[in-house]
Every structure is written in structure tokens, then in C-alpha cells.
């Protein structure tokens, strides 16, 4: 029976944050900050200057979430920092706000500032869309410092040339993606001689075998005695190891936890070659007015935007073969409500913050099974109420299965009145979800238990 209806009936839920200390995962021996009983009451008692609270009242950040709770005031203290929360918890702010006051104090007590093509904050994201969402934020939390602090993003697929200008005598913080960052150096556009921290958003992205490359380069020509901040939804263990050689003493957070959310995880099975009915059903069912499609490949964006046309529903494509300015203009539009519903691939799964976003579909399962938290991510955020579902045929069985047991979870696999699945078929996924027999002499050995994601959300609402 589809029960999508009960998560738009609550409009909030108390949420337990945990704090999960990972240090016997690295060599050297971080220093563990200590979690408190409460969260601080407001922003005044994290040490933030006049200038950024008085912004931070504008607009409306009433309380510090946990991340920025505890993270802030390490950050202020000049501290390496590995930091890891769920996404739609305020990283961005974490980092950004004892960057500005850092900087703005520099400034305030030096009567000679640097001169030339330097920078002396960078912020290094992995796309394009975040990059500009990053620095968007941080002029936001500088306005109040009267044009003390200059930011800039530079990314690909735009003019370089107006990068370039816009790097003219440097810059207090550059939010960048790395492969232009570094095509801006080879053109003697920016040096990073002077960077006195480093950040990198989305960190598991960063450290991952696709930057490896770009970042050792841009690493190596960045002083070496900086402070480093590390943030993102989720570190994997391959990616741990690779932080070594870029923190010294390192504080580490972990706030995610998946126990109680506003985030409701669906699992719906359905026949092969049925996901696009389904779908379908679903949103003309339920009228959604802003929904997000993840497919794993840009050509599936398009057809399955075809499909749905079919079926009388508009959707719009947002993937990396589309000019800057269209991804640009997509984006927006969806953010403000004018496009119902967008298809994406997974650049649209890192980062970006899509104001109280209702509902995520995984069309197609994400092919890491890191990526099924920043895919569902989008949804759910600061707090808002969200529905992730998953639609998965027998394929995808075992691969959902495998990212069940990544994040430590398990879902109940439902389905949708006319849409029921094969009778062998069924019977094949029920034999699918009872565990194997022990070999024989292997003794009894106690089962971890997953959690439910899923459990307080409907004890709250039977």
C-alpha cells in the first residue's frame, strides 16, 4: 500500500545528532572535540564579530546548527578541521563565516596588504553550480564588512577572460573548481603563494581518483604551513587515508546520523520497463510541483524527458552537455518554482541547495553508493520535511542492497497498487531478502543490527 502521503503531515521532527569519532582511521592521533549537552543559544556565544551577526540576523539564522556549533569556534582558533554532517546542516556558513572574520581582522591590523595576483583564502568545490552557490553565500555573509573582503568563483564552461579581469590584483577568497583554477594559474591570472587556509568543500569529491591529479598540483604550489578544513556529507574509507598529508593535528566532527531525519527514505519495486509508468502515476497522483529525477547518464536525461512528455508531463534536462548559461538559467528556474520537474545526472547531487525541495527520485541508483546520501541530500534540508524514493526493478536489487549496507540502513521494499510486481518475480525478491545460512561449523556469531531509517518518522505519525 503507498503511504506517500504521511510525510507531508508532520511539519517537524526532533532531530538527535551524535557525534562519531573516526580517529583510528588515520595514522596521527586528531584532536577530539568534545560534544556539550546543548547547542549554544545564538551566534554571539561562538565569538563572530558585530559586522556578521548583525547579517546573520537578517537573515533569519536564529540558532548555530550542531556543525557549525562546534565546528566554529576550532575554525576561528586557526585549527585544521575534518568536519562531516548531513547534508542541508550548514557547512557552507561553518566555513565561511570564520574565514570572513579571519580575513577582515588581517586587513583591519596590517597597514600594508599584499599587492599583486594573490589569494588568501581558497575554497576549492568540484562543479561549476556549487562554485558560484558558494561564493554567492559567502558575499552574503560579508555585507556588512563594507566591501573589506573581495570573493570570486571561477569555473568552467564561461568566458576565461572575464575570470581573469576579475582576478586583477588579486583577491581576499577564490572559490574555484580545480581544472580552471589551474588553467588561471598557467596563465599567470593568480598565485597561491600567500594562501593562508585552504577548504575543500565536498571533500570526498575532492580527495576522490578524479582530482587526485589536479589537486596534488594545486596543493604543491600552496604554502606549507596553512590551516586546512575539510567538510562533506560523507568520507569513505579510501578517501581517509588520503588526508594524512594534508592536515597537521586535525580537529575531527562527525554529526551524521541517519536514526531521525525529516528526510523519509521509500524503497517501491516495480516490473522492468515500468520505472517510467510508475513514475509518472506517481507525480501526476500526487501533484507534486518540484520534483528532482536522478538518471546516471546525460543521454537518459533526454530520453526519459521524452517519455514523459509522452504522458503529458514537462520536464527540463540539467547535465554537463549543456552551456553554462542554460545549466545557469535551468537551475534557477526550478529553484523559484517555474519548472516542476528537472532530470539531472549527479552534478546536480553535490552541494547545492535547493530551498525546501519536496521530493528526490532515484530513477536510476547512483553507480557509488556514496552518492545515494548526496543525491538524496537535496531533499529534507535545514530542517524541511523531504521524501527520497528509490524505484527498482530486479537489477537493481542487489546494487540498492549493496548502499543499504554502506549507510547502515534498511528500507522496507513496498509497492504501488497497479504496478505490483510479477508473482516469480516477487517471490524472487522476498527469497532475496533472507540472510544466508551460516557454513556449517561456523558457529553462532550476533548480527549488527541496521538501523530503520524510517522508524521514529512513522511512530510519530500511527
Known amino acids: 500500500m503507498l503511504l506517500l502521503q504521511a510525510f507531508v503531515d508532520f511539519t517537524t521532527l526532533t532531530q538527535h545528532k551524535y557525534v562519531k569519532i573516526l580517529g583510528h582511521n588515520f595514522s596521527f592521533e586528531p584532536f577530539i572535540l568534545m560534544t556539550t549537552a546543548t547547542t549554544p543559544a545564538n551566534f554571539t556565544e561562538l565569538g563572530l564579530i558585530p559586522p556578521l551577526l548583525a547579517r546573520l540576523t537578517e537573515l533569519e539564522y536564529l540558532q548555530p546548527t550542531p556543525i557549525q556549533a562546534q565546528a566554529i569556534p576550532s575554525v576561528l582558533a586557526g585549527r585544521d578541521l575534518i568536519a562531516g554532517a548531513n547534508t542541508g546542516s550548514g557547512k557552507t556558513a561553518t566555513f565561511a563565516l570564520p574565514l570572513l572574520q579571519q580575513l577582515h581582522a588581517e586587513k583591519s591590523s596590517s597597514n600594508n596588504a599584499s599587492k599583486g595576483n594573490y589569494v588568501t583564502g581558497l575554497i576549492l568545490v568540484p562543479t561549476r553550480e556549487l562554485a558560484k552557490q558558494v561564493a554567492d553565500s559567502v558575499k552574503s555573509y560579508a555585507v556588512h564588512l563594507n566591501g573589506a573582503i573581495k570573493t570570486v568563483a571561477v569555473f568552467g564552461g564561461v568566458s576565461v ?7 586583477r590584483g588579486g583577491t581576499d577568497i577564490l572559490v574555484a573548481t580545480p581544472g580552471r583554477l589551474l588553467d588561471l594559474i598557467s596563465s599567470n591570472a593568480i598565485k597561491l603563494d600567500k594562501v593562508s ?6 571533500a570526498d569529491r575532492m580527495l576522490s581518483l578524479g582530482f587526485t591529479e589536479e589537486l596534488s598540483q594545486l596543493l604543491a604550489l600552496t604554502p606549507k604551513k596553512k590551516q586546512t578544513l575539510l567538510f562533506s556529507a560523507t568520507f569513505p574509507e579510501q578517501v581517509q587515508t588520503l588526508t594524512q598529508a594534508l592536515l597537521n593535528n586535525p580537529i575531527e566532527i562527525q554529526l551524521q546520523s541517519s536514526d531521525t531525519s525529516t528526510l523519509v527514505q521509500r524503497v517501491f519495486t516495480v516490473n522492468k520497463g515500468e520505472k517510467t509508468a510508475l513514475l509518472a502515476f506517481l507525480i501526476k497522483q500526487h501533484q507534486w510541483r518540484q520534483v528532482l529525477i536522478f538518471v546516471n547518464a546525460k543521454n537518459s536525461c533526454e530520453h526519459l524527458a521524452a517519455k514523459l512528455a509522452k504522458r503529458g508531463i514537462n520536464a527540463e534536462v540539467f547535465h554537463g552537455d549543456k552551456g553554462q548559461g542554460a545549466r545557469s538559467r535551468v537551475l534557477e528556474e526550478f529553484k523559484i518554482g517555474e519548472i516542476d520537474v528537472l532530470i539531472a545526472t ?14 528526490v527520485i532515484n530513477f536510476d541508483l547512483p553507480r557509488s553508493p556514496s552518492d545515494y546520501m548526496h543525491r538524496i541530500g537535496r531533499s529534507g534540508r535545514a530542517g524541511e520535511v523531504g521524501l527520497a524514493l528509490s524505484l527498482i526493478d530486479y537489477e537493481d536489487y542487489h546494487h540498492f542492497s549493496v548502499i543499504e549496507k554502506k549507510h547502515k540502513i534498511r528500507l522496507e521494499r513496498e509497492q504501488v497498487a497497479g504496478f505490483e510486481v510479477d508473482d516469480i518475480i516477487s517471490e524472487e525478491f522476498l527469497a532475496a531478502t533472507k540472510p544466508m545460512a551460516k557454513p556449517e561449523g561456523s558457529g553462532k556469531k550476533k548480527r549488527k543490527n541496521k538501523t530503520s531509517v524510517n522508524a521514529d518518522i512513522w511512530l510519530q505519525n500511527s
Open 346 to 359: 549527479d552534478i546536480a547531487a553535490r552541494g547545492l541547495d535547493i530551498e525546501k525541495l519536496p521530493v
Open 197 to 202: 587556509t585552504i577548504v575543500l568543500d565536498e
Open 161 to 167: 577572460n572575464t575570470q581573469m579581469l576579475a582576478l
